[in-house]
Structure formats: structure tokens, C-alpha cells
């Protein structure tokens, strides 16, 4: 690569300022005229000259993306996490060179994915340790390309697994031991969807399957706590699609561990709390909750979906088994003042594809609690009239499947 054009692809300018506009633009032509490489048609002879000009490029990109970060420009307070979100969680740092420059990463591993001997070598545990100590930037975007551009690497650079293993496993358990737990980690979101593709990894075909059989039981134990430590936090409703993702890979994998997943999770104290924050975290779990419903169905419905659950009767067993462990748990939603809380609660209650598991597995206790809360709030929340038919309806078909007087 000439000297002068590598000079100006690693020149650094200050966007806080309108200084150096034509050197900017000029530096982001070139940087266009990099990514434009990897984009031509994938012949041999290309592949030879990309190849050629790499380490040059790679030094471009470690130039402009591995620098310090600096202190976080977010505040806390900015941070909205109470029952009224505005999610801000970001600043607007990524400037344009960044950006293509990341790009120009991306597509340089999509072109040399087949060349694993290339890519172990470029790409080594340092560049993947100094690139992961960037999904900590307040720039929304930025840790968008980071997360993923790392889950590339996973995919792709089967040699990095490892590092990135430890260093996702690493950071989310210093989020789940920082001293505040009212301190928002931003950067948890990202760090999830990379730990989702972890969970996926197959490590059957390792040289070391007997180490591994030893050491699985520990894996699993320390995928639980860690899922369910992240449930805790205040700020669940930054990260919880990921979260949950998680959460139904984990249960998919360890199936046997699903009772024990839900008795831990609706055993935490503050799930009934009647905060406005906890109302909001209620209904994320109800969301959760239903995924986990769904997955049990689909096994019963399908054998072939690809859980680990082994028949019907096993997942007949787990709704027997849980539906006791949520129930309480519902019944305090169906107490809320608010209507969008019972609501969801009795849309869960009431759905067609779990009723006649709750009428089979429902304790007559729970079902007598149940109409009786039902009677009672019927008329306390007739303000909502969506409401108000719904709790009447239910509580006539308790009446009439069950023959409770």
C-alpha cells in the first residue's frame, strides 16, 4: 500500500469541530476505497493482492478503532429506569471514519472466513481483548458494531472461542458483583447477545469430551446463577430481550433444570413488590414466563423441534411442577391496582393453549383464591371495562369447568 494514502487513512481528527473538513473528507474517500476491496468478486487472484495489502489495512483499522475511551459522558440520573422509559442510553461519538472503519472489519472477516489459518493469525486473542475493551463506549452504535463483529469472530475463528469466552463471562459477572446495583451498565445488552451465541457453542467434538463431562455440571450451575442474577437488577427492561433469549436457550439445553430456574426466579422477594419499578419488572417476567410456557407446549406438540426434552410426559411433568411455583406469583398481579398488570396476567390465565394445563395441574386451593379475588376486584376496577369482562368471564368458567360453588 503507498505510504501516503496508509498516512492519511491513519491520520485521527477531531469531530468536535468543523477543522480539517477537506483532509476529513479526503481520509473517508480513501477509507471507502478500502471497503470497496473486499466487496469486489471473490477470485483467487483478488484474493492474493486483499491479502497482500492486509496488514497494511489492519493496521489502519487498530489506528483509528483502539483507542482509550475515557471517562463516561452518561450520567446515571440521565438514565432513565423508573416506570416512565425514555431510553437513553447512548451519545452520538461514532464519527464517520469510525463507522467505515468498522464496516471495512466486518467485511474483512466475511471475506476471509474460509482461510482459518489467515485469520488465527491476524486475528489474535490481543486484537480480540482490545476490541472487546470497546463495547464499553457510550455510543450506542459503537457497541452495536462490537457485539457484532465479535459474534463473527465466534462463528468464524473457531481459535478466539475461548478468549471470548472468558472475557464475556468475566464482565457480566463483574456487572452481577459491582458494588451499586443502581449503576446502569449500558453495554449489558451487547454483551448478552454475544453470550446467546456462547450458549449455542457445541464443544462435543473437542479432543477434551471427558474434562468437559467433569466440568458440565459446574458450567450449568454457573449459566444459572448468572442468568438468574441478571433477572435481579432494577434495569431489566434495558436488556431483556436478550436476557430472555438466554434464559430459553439455557432451559432448551438443561431441561432438568427448568423447575429449579422457576423456583428460584418467582422466590425473589421483591417480584411482588407494588413499586411502580417492580410493577414494570412483573410484567416483563409474565413475558417470560410465557415464552417458557411456549416452549413446553411446542415440545408437546412437536417431538422434532430440537429441545432436549425427551416426550410429552416430560414436559406434562414440568407444567405439573411449576404451575405451583407461578401461581402465587399471579395471584398478586390479579391484586394490582393496575389494569395493564391483571390484564396480562388473566390474558396468561385465560389462554387457550396452556388452560387446560392450568385446569389440570391447578391446586383447588389456588382455583378458590383465585374466584375469590376475582369476585372481589371484579367491581373494584370497573374503570377499565376490558378489564372489568374479562375477570367476570373468568371467574364464571372457574365456576363452571370446576364446579366451585
Not at 80 to 105: A, C, P, Q, R, W
Not at 141 to 165: A, F, M
Request: aromatic share 12%; hydrophobic share 40%.
Amino acid at each position: 500500500m503507498d505510504n501516503n494514502f496508509k498516512n492519511i487513512c491513519m491520520k485521527i481528527f477531531d469531530f468536535t469541530n468543523d477543522n480539517n473538513l477537506m483532509e476529513k473528507l479526503e481520509k473517508y474517500k480513501k477509507l471507502e476505497l478500502i471497503c470497496d476491496l473486499f466487496m469486489t468478486e471473490d477470485t483467487i487472484e483478488e484474493n492474493i493482492n486483499i491479502k497482500y495489502l492486509f496488514p497494511d489495512i489492519m493496521d489502519i483499522i487498530k489506528t483509528n478503532l483502539f483507542r482509550p475511551l475515557g471517562p463516561s459522558k452518561l450520567q446515571n440520573e440521565l438514565i432513565n429506569y423508573g416506570h416512565v422509559f425514555e431510553k437513553y442510553n447512548s451519545t452520538s461519538d461514532l464519527n464517520d471514519h469510525l463507522n467505515i472503519v468498522y464496516k471495512i472489519l466486518n467485511l474483512s472477516i466475511q471475506f476471509f472466513k474460509k482461510d482459518f489459518e489467515y485469520t488465527r493469525t491476524i486475528f489474535d486473542d490481543l486484537f480480540v481483548q482490545q476490541l472487546l475493551e470497546l463495547i464499553h463506549s457510550d455510543d450506542e452504535i459503537e457497541r452495536n458494531h462490537i457485539s457484532s463483529i465479535v459474534c463473527l469472530i465466534y462463528q468464524y475463528i473457531p481459535t478466539r472461542r475461548n478468549i471470548i469466552d472468558k472475557i464475556i463471562i468475566q464482565k457480566l459477572n463483574d456487572i452481577i458483583s459491582y458494588d451499586s446495583i443502581e449503576k446502569v451498565h449500558i453495554h449489558l445488552e451487547n454483551l448478552l447477545y454475544i453470550y446467546r451465541l456462547m450458549l449455542n457453542r457445541d464443544r462435543s467434538n473437542s479432543d477434551l469430551i471427558a474434562k468437559q463431562q467433569q466440568q458440565r455440571p459446574f458450567q450449568m450451575n454457573a449459566i444459572k446463577s448468572l442468568l438468574l442474577s441478571l433477572h435481579r437488577l432494577p434495569y431489566l427492561y434495558y436488556y431483556y430481550i436478550p436476557l430472555f433469549t438466554c434464559t430459553i436457550k439455557f432451559m432448551t439445553k438443561y431441561p432438568n433444570e427448568i423447575i429449579d430456574f422457576i423456583r428460584r426466579l418467582f422466590s425473589w422477594k421483591n417480584l411482588s413488590s407494588s413499586s411502580s419499578l417492580h410493577t414494570t419488572i412483573s410484567m416483563l417476567i409474565l413475558a417470560e414466563l410465557k415464552q417458557v410456557l411456549n416452549l413446553l407446549l411446542l415440545t408437546i406438540n412437536n417431538n422434532d423441534d430440537g429441545s432436549n426434552i425427551n416426550s410429552n410426559n416430560d414436559s406434562e411433568r414440568i407444567f405439573s411442577k411449576i404451575i405451583p411455583l407461578i401461581m402465587p406469583f399471579l395471584i398478586k398481579n390479579l391484586q394490582s391496582l393496575n389494569a395493564e398488570l391483571v390484564h396480562t396476567t388473566l390474558n396468561l390465565l385465560c389462554s387457550f393453549e396452556y388452560q387446560n394445563y392450568f385446569d389440570k395441574f391447578m391446586s383447588i386451593d389456588f382455583k378458590y383464591r383465585l374466584l375469590s379475588i376475582l369476585n372481589n376486584q371484579q367491581y373494584i376496577i370497573d374503570w377499565n371495562n376490558r378489564v372489568h369482562v374479562q375477570q367476570v368471564l373468568y371467574a364464571l368458567y372457574l365456576q363452571k369447568s370446576n364446579q366451585i360453588n
